[in-house]
């Protein structure tokens, strides 16, 4: 820092603009002015050192001064990067002499540097928000350690960590838990974090609330805070919650309570309040949560209409779900819509009775092919990325191939042919099948759509092979029957180019290649 001012911050310039937004902060900080009133008369902290890890806002500016005219020396730095406000870094440094570490946006290289710089004053006292500057000073600056008398800290997560250290004989010095303060829990958590958890998402979204189903993990006080600014808002409002009696505290508030797998299928936002990791995890919400899929129109879905590309089922909305619906639904996909089929998915192109063409995305002068030509046309043109498909005689490999995506027609029986309200109907033989623009997607939507359905007299009882995790085993061994014309097709030039340099990699890459002609 020049001008013999001690810190690191980004721009000195932005000083003054920092300085009016504190002194407009203090406004609204009274009892803070009432304790830096007398502390500016009493220097009751005469020759005290501080250093403080906090998030560096206008609030946080107005304590350390206040720290200060108390008569400490205070040395302060960021424990949250992306919360830390240029200008009142700035202010700090420039207006208050107080020596700043914090630089928004800062990479976790000059995170630890910082932390290590309000070190360097041989803190009295220690002030942190998640026990960083505990840790580092428990870890790597053990020779401070002689010096401090106490700290505070303020979140649940970190006083989390110290309370693990103090039941392992490992803490070194007394730290009081701000969160066990009533005026903490019971009106920051409660009020502050409510208010600016919805502030910051709004901020970042500009989603409007009203109308929207909000899932608030863990029913605490900051739980409570969100919920209930939630609910003012306009939201509906689900809690989860671990703890039985606070969940049937959130049945008494008023918000419905379930378990966050449930929560995953209906919510909007998700919000976790409760200072812990993996609340919300693949688990919980379904290997396909959240991804947008394009269902082919032979598969019935429910309350949405499923023609079959055919005048008889033009105003056909099912009463059921097929099963390889259910089962993408039910691991968090959302549908987007329906895929063009030629009529009953029984012609190998996508025109049918009802007026509705597919084309080929990448020339619409030529067909996707059929019967799943509208999934695979959906996946190559982006507009989703993963589809369904099912495949008879091709009705998958042909399109996948014609609009350059992957699709896989399954073991006979490894995915369900239950179609749901028209069951009865046949299915000639075709099998219900993944359609994506990668292997490891189609993989994916594999695992998800297999398994055994008793509502399918020709399911498979087998366990289905994990195949994703096979995505990634060695492929040398391997035996690939090649063929550039089966004897007898006419292949075009660059299309017979294309699949003889794939077999040149699969041989480079160990697999045993054999060439075959059927006549």
């Known amino acids: 820092m020049s001008n013999g001012l001690s810190g690191d911050v980004k721009d000195i310039g ?13 406004r609204e900080m009274r009892v803070l002015k009432l304790i830096r009133d007398r502390f500016v008369n009493e220097k009751p902290l005469e020759g005290v050192d501080i250093a403080a890890c906090l998030h560096v806002t206008t609030e946080t500016a107005n304590l350390a001064i206040t720290l200060k005219d108390g008569g400490a020396n205070v040395v302060l730095c960021a424990s949250n990067p992306l919360s830390t406000q240029d200008d009142v870094a700035a202010a700090l440094v420039n207006e208050y002499g107080i020596a700043t570490y914090a630089i928004n946006g800062e990479d976790n290289e000059t995170y630890y540097k910082h932390i290590h710089s309000a070190l360097d004053n041989k803190p009295h006292f220690t002030m942190d928000d998640g026990a960083d ?14 010096k401090v008398i106490g700290g505070t800290e303020e979140t649940t997560t970190g006083v989390i960590r110290l309370r693990s250290m103090a039941q392992e004989n490992k803490l070194m010095y007394p730290i009081i838990a701000i969160n066990d303060a009533d005026t903490k829990h019971l009106f920051d958590n409660r009020y502050g974090t409510g208010q600016s958890t919805l502030d910051g998402i709004t901020r970042a979204t500009n989603v409007l609330w009203s109308g929207k189903s909000v899932v608030v993990c863990g029913y605490g006080w900051c739980g409570r805070g969100i919920a209930l600014r939630a609910k003012g808002m306009g939201s509906h409002v689900i809690v989860t919650e671990v703890d039985s009696v606070r969940a049937l505290e959130a049945v008494m508030d008023g918000y419905q309570v379930m378990p966050v797998g449930e929560a995953s299928n209906v919510g909007d936002i998700f919000i976790t309040a409760t200072g812990d990791v993996n609340v919300i995890d693949k688990e919980t ?3 396909l949560h959240g991804l947008p899929i394009a269902i082919k129109d032979t598969q019935m879905t429910k309350g949405v209409l499923t023609t079959m590309g055919s005048v008889i089922f033009k105003d056909n909305i099912p009463k059921d779900n097929a099963a390889v619906v259910e089962k993408v639904l039910d691991s ?10 030629p009529e009953l998915g029984l012609v190998g192109n996508c025109e049918n009775s009802i007026g509705i063409e597919g084309f080929n995305p990448w020339d619409i002068s030529k067909t996707p092919g059929g019967s799943s030509g509208g999934a695979a046309a959906s996946v190559a043109a982006g507009l989703a990325p993963i589809a369904t498909g099912s495949d008879g005689g091709g009705s998958i490999r042909i399109p996948s191939s014609f ?9 006979f029986g490894r995915v369900s042919g239950y179609t749901g309200q028209y069951s009865s109907l ?4 075709s099998q219900n099948g993944p359609i994506s623009r990668t292997v490891k997607d189609a993989a994916l939507l594999l695992e998800v759509m297999s398994g055994y359905d008793s509502r399918d007299h020709f399911s498979l009882r087998e366990t289905p092979p994990n195949f994703t995790k096979s995505i990634d085993k060695n492929i040398k061994g391997l035996k ?3 063929s550039k014309d089966f004897g007898f097709a006419n292949v075009h030039p660059e299309v017979l180019e294309v699949v003889s340099n794939a077999a040149k990699l699969f041989e480079s890459l160990g697999c045993n290649v054999e060439e075959f002609k059927l006549n």
């Open 14 to 26: 932005l000083s003054d603009q920092g300085v009016s937004r504190i002194q407009w902060a203090a």
């Open 133 to 146: 500057l505990v840790s580092v000073l428990h870890k790597e600056r053990t020779d401070l350690l002689g």
């Open 285 to 287: 919400l379904g290997p």
């Open 332 to 341: 968090g996909s959302i549908m987007i819509g329906k895929t063009n089929v």
């Open 403 to 411: 609009c350059g995506v992957y699709g896989i027609k399954p073991t």
């Open 426 to 429: 046949p299915n000639f033989g």
């Open 480 to 482: 690939i029957a090649f």
